[in-house]
Every structure is written in structure tokens, then in C-alpha cells.
């Protein structure tokens, strides 16, 4: 996962050299590509395990592909530095050098010295495509860079003025945000939930004959068919697609071409959508400049909404799971109506007890993805003028929702939805017993009187039945007309509801 504890990415340091950047000099791996800012930032920010998720810095990768590529077409950066810079990018978007990006999600609100790690691994790259590798840069270059130079001039690669080349963190980052968030919604989180969705439509179809007890406010209520009740849970998980569908929306504007405060100062006009048209052919996203850079910048509305439509799916999942584990209780002194797959023992002490583990992993999940919504919600509502500065956490919890989201769903799917079974005597017994059944004479005989005939059953532990002949109210044959369960599962023509 990208913000686990055990994420080794500084790895192990064998050697210095000396980098500067404008606050002087400073040592560095000798190994490592990254150069001066990057190295402070390690320094002053050892806060935590968590490091900048790897989507994040992919993202950011392909912005300074596309910038690249655009520059160049513009006449602002020289074509064989400009390529050698797209290559290099590529090379670390395609993450081929995630090793190279240790820095902590716990740093500047803007992302800054994320995206100067980006450049300056980028830029070391590009220099050495063009100059071929120094002696202190590690063996496992990518194998389609270009080939060095054959001029004696050394090629300079600066990460600022080359690699940042129009472009500020404070519209890099946000459109990176919002890049890693879009490819994991359509290459992980959608997919992962129409695989759900599919495996409870199939088992609609599987339990469209069972009927059974339904239930309101853990009561016994009038009965459905377990094949109604899944077919529920399907369509709630279709709203809340609908929801994420209609969020992405926002998430496809990018703020890329807005520079330091959504003026676009330092960029040339055609710059940002440029760049947004070049990220949305190679990523095959719907992404566009948005048109309003400041509030890009200074805002995180389309986040926010989209962390609302994955709240929003936690919220339906807990309810499907929570159900599903009722009716899966027991195996004896539960509701007990149906198996749940047994996947692994559930006790270190009682032999032979399985419990409903991915019930319970997928919950937890959902309850995590709460209170990353409560996180977000503060977070975006702290920017102040032109930049909100909450960015990484935002970018943390919002990828790390998705994710979870994805992997408990389809972990759900495979290890417990796709093998739920029912326990067609039992789902029948009780059934038998429910003195809801009751309801389908109250249009025959009124309201208080069935409630009496529900009422004596209950209290003289006898049949629904029973209670009735004994009242007087029905006759046999009435009884057994009127009191079948399989009718009460639509409207009825000439029945009125209470």
C-alpha cells in the first residue's frame, strides 16, 4: 500500500556526494538520483512511515512528460533536452524508479518537495541520457533512453528551470492529486465494485424463489424473497456508482497552467490545456483545464465530492455487510439462514468456530474510510487566498479510501458473496413461525382484530393458525386462502396497506 509502515524507499546509504540548491550545499546519497531539495526535505520532515503515495508521484511523472513535450512544441525548451526530459519521466511515471521518491506525505501543505523530487530525478536522468551516466549513478538506467551525446559540450538538466519549466507545485500538485485519483477510480475502485455488483445480480436470479422473514427494526415484518433483498443491496451499490461517476466529473479538471496563484505568471497562454489535452489522450481520461485556476488551486471542492460518493459507499457496504452477517449468524442459536463460506478458523481456544471474517474486514474498512471524510472535509476547508495547503493529506486519504475500498469489495466478492449458500429449512421454519403473516388478513377481518389473533398466538406460544380459528374470525379454508406468504411479495389488487 502506498502509505504502509513498511515502506522501504530511502533504502540503504553507501556514500555521499555534494548537491547545492539556492539554500547552499548539502550531502546526498551517492546513489540516489534525487539532488539538494530533496535531501533537506528528508532531514527536516522524518515525521512518521508514511511516505507520498507512489500514484501521486506517477502523476506527477506524466505531468512533466506532457509539460515537457509541450514546451518543446511551444519553442520553450530545446527539443533534445525536451525529449530527453519526456523520457525520463516516463521512465519514472511507468514506475520503473519508485525507489527514488522516499520523502514523507508529512511535509510542506503544497506538495512542493514532492514535486522537486520529481525533478530532480527527472533532470538527473535527462542529464545522463544526454551526457551518458556518471560514475556515482546507479547501473539500472531505463534501456530506451536516448543514447549520450556525441558533443563535447556537457548538456546542463535543471530541475527548476527545465523539468518545473512553467509550471509552480501549487498547480503541478493539485492536477497530480487529481490524475492519481481519476486512474485509480477508473483501473481499480469502479472496477472492483461492478465486480460486486455482478456477484449480487447473480445471486438475485439464485434466490428469486426463497422466500423468507423480512425484517424491520429487527422485528419479524411481512415477508420478501432473499432474491428481493439482494436485489437491494445491488441497487443501492448502483446509486452510489452513479454518485462516483457524476463526482469524477470535477475530478477531471485540472489546475495545471495557473503557476503560483492561478495567474498563469512564468507560462505561456497555451500551456495548461496543452498539457491537460496531452495527459488526457496518453491516460485515456476525459481531463480538461479547469476554468477557473484559483479556485483549483485554492479549493478542493471535486475532491471533497468525490470522498462524499466513497463515504457514501461505505455507507451502503456496511449495511449490505452488517445484513448479511445477521443472517449468516449463528450456526444453531442465530438467525441461521444462510452458510457463509468458511474460509479459515475462527477461534485460537473453541475448535471448530468459523466467523464472518471478511464481514468484518470489509467494515473496517468502511468505518476507516468515515473518518478519512471527516479528515478531508477539515483539511479542504482550511485554505486560505489562493492556496489551500492540506494538499498531500487530502491526496493520502482520498487514494487511500479508494484503495481500501477496492480490495475489501472485491476481497468480499470472491471470499464471501460468491459462495453465500441458504439454509432453505431453516429460512422456511421461520417463516412458519412469523406472526407477521398476520398482515394479509387485516384487509379481510380489520386491523385490531388480527392484531388480537397475533397477539394470542404469541402469548400461548401456538400457531398463527391457531390463534385464529380460535378467535372465529376466519375459517379454515379462509385462513389458508388469504395467509400465503407467496402472495404478500407484490401489490394485490383490491388490498389495502395499513
Known sequence: MTNSGDDTRAGPVHGTRIESDSFGAIEVPASALWGAQTARSLHFFAIGAQRMPLEVIHALAWVKWAAALVNRD??????????????????????????????????????TQSNMNVNEVVARLAAAALNG???????????????????????????????????????????????????????????????????LASKVDEFKAVVKVGRTHLQDATPVTLGQEFGGYEAQLGLCQTALIHALAAVHTLAIGGTAVGTGMNTHPLFGAGVADL??????????????????????????????????????????????????????????????????????????????????????????????????????????????????????????????????????????????????????????????????????????????????????GISLRDAALANGAVSAEQFDAWVDARKMLAPQVGAEAG
Not at 81 to 103: C, M, N
Not at 170 to 187: C, E, R, S, W
Open 74 to 111: 511551444l519553442g520553450l525548451l530545446e527539443a533534445t533536452s525536451a525529449d530527453a526530459i519526456a523520457t525520463a519521466a516516463r521512465q519514472v511515471a511507468e514506475g520503473h524508479f519508485d525507489g527514488q521518491f522516499p520523502l514523507s506525505v508529512w511535509q510542506t501543505g503544497s506538495g
Open 133 to 199: 551516466p556518471a560514475n556515482d549513478l546507479p547501473e539500472d538506467l531505463p534501456e530506451d533512453l536516448p543514447e549520450p551525446a556525441a558533443a563535447a559540450v556537457v548538456r546542463q538538466i535543471h530541475p527548476n528551470d527545465d523539468v518545473n519549466r512553467g509550471q509552480s507545485s501549487n498547480d503541478v500538485f493539485p492536477t497530480a492529486m487529481h490524475i492519481a485519483v481519476a486512474l485509480q477510480a477508473q483501473d481499480v475502485l469502479l472496477p472492483a465494485l461492478f465486480e460486486l455488483r455482478t456477484a
Open 279 to 460: 495527459l488526457a489522450r496518453q491516460l485515456k481520461l476525459p481531463l480538461t483545464q479547469a476554468t477557473n485556476l484559483f479556485a483549483a488551486m485554492a479549493g478542493h471542492e471535486a475532491l471533497v465530492a468525490f470522498h462524499a460518493a466513497l463515504r457514501m459507499l461505505a455507507i451502503a457496504l456496511t449495511k449490505i455487510a452488517n445484513d448479511i452477517r445477521l443472517m449468516g449468524s449463528g450456526p444453531r442459536a442465530g438467525l441461521g439462514e444462510l452458510h457463509l463460506p468458511e474460509n479459515e478458523p475462527g477461534s485460537s481456544i473453541m475448535p471448530g468456530k468459523v466467523n464472518p471474517t471478511q464481514v468484518e474486514a470489509l467494515t473496517m474498512v468502511c468505518a476507516q474510510v468515515m473518518g478519512h471524510d471527516a479528515a478531508i472535509g477539515f483539511a479542504a476547508s482550511q485554505g486560505q487566498f489562493e492556496l489551500n495547503v492540506y494538499k498531500p493529506l487530502i491526496a493520502l486519504d482520498t487514494l487511500d479510501s479508494a484503495r481500501l475500498l477496492a480490495d475489501a469489495m472485491r476481497s468480499f466478492t470472491r471470499h464471501c458473496v460468491a459462495g453465500i449458500g441458504v439454509d432453505a429449512a431453516r429460512v422456511a421454519a421461520l417463516l412458519q413461525a412469523s406472526l407477521m403473516l398476520v398482515t394479509a388478513l387485516a384487509p379481510h377481518i380489520g386491523y385490531e382484530r388480527a392484531a388480537q389473533i397475533a397477539k394470542a398466538a404469541h402469548a400461548q
